[in-house]
């Protein structure tokens, strides 16, 4: 079992940034691949980032690709979120989760088992 704790969002301006962070219970974190997605209203969740068990390979989605960097720390059971020159189209709830690394398709809902409860990310315009 592993919980989920997102922190870090809040209300920016287009153009600036923010640092989202993910803390994990348990002993086994470095076991679980990790990713981030977002769910804007009336839209379904979708994938933002995701990292490997070590950090060693990173994937994003094309529409965060070159602003948004995720990194772990396994020393600190946390999962990062660096999001850079944010836009309105941005603007969503925020949640990490943790998958089995054996799942095939990193970037789907259906291979995370564990989720947070979500940080909203305001972007104004």
């Known amino acids: 079992q592993v919980q989920l704790v997102e922190s870090g969002g809040g209300l920016v301006q287009a153009g600036g940034s923010l640092r989202l962070s993910c803390a994990a219970s348990g002993r086994t974190f470095s076991s679980y691949r990790m990713g981030w997605f977002r769910q804007a209203p009336g839209n379904e969740r979708e994938f933002v980032a995701g990292i490997s068990r070590s950090g060693s390979s990173t994937y994003y989605a094309d529409s965060v690709k070159g602003r948004f960097t995720i990194s772990r720390d396994n020393a600190k059971n946390t999962v990062y979120l660096q999001m850079n020159s944010l836009k309105p189209e941005d603007t969503a709830v925020y949640y990490c989760?943790?998958?089995?690394?054996?799942?095939?398709?990193?970037?789907?809902?259906?291979?995370?088992?564990?989720w947070g409860q979500g940080t909203q990310v305001t972007v104004s315009s």
């Open positions: 989760a943790a998958g089995a690394p054996s799942y095939l398709l990193p970037r789907a809902t259906s291979s995370y088992d564990y």
